[in-house]
């Protein structure tokens, strides 16, 4: 089974930066697709951030991108994703997930780290 421990949330003031990190157990680290996702009360899950198996694809929603990073260690097992110049409307919970590929579909997630970003 695989498990996703996601690290690094907190509460900080408008354009901080903070830096996500999932650690994942699971055997073969590369062969997955890795992303982040958010939900803020009320809303539907959102993909934030993905990444292909080798880190030569990423996406990013237009929401976030020139601001947010994501990237991996494969021999640490591990996905970060760097957020700069944070806003209020990012407040979230944020979830690392793992798919077969950078598009789609994700079908594991970790239990989350919340961000609140104040103004």
């Known amino acids: 089974q695989v498990q996703l421990v996601e690290s690094g949330g907190g509460l900080l003031q408008a354009a901080g930066s903070l830096r996500l990190s999932c650690a994942a157990s699971v055997r073969t680290f590369s062969s997955y697709a890795m992303a982040w996702f958010r939900q803020a009360p009320g809303q539907e899950r959102e993909l934030v951030a993905g990444?292909?198996?080798?880190?030569?694809?990423?996406y990013y929603a237009d929401s976030v991108k020139g601001r947010f990073t994501i990237s991996r260690d494969n021999a640490k097992n591990t996905v970060y994703l760097q957020m700069n110049s944070l806003k209020p409307e990012d407040t979230a919970v944020f979830y690392c997930?793992?798919?077969?590929?950078?598009?789609?579909?994700?079908?594991?997630w970790g239990q989350g780290t919340q961000v609140t970003v104040s103004s």
């Open positions: 997930a793992t798919g077969r590929w950078v598009a789609g579909p994700y079908d594991r």
């Open positions: 990444i292909s198996w080798t880190g030569g694809n990423t």
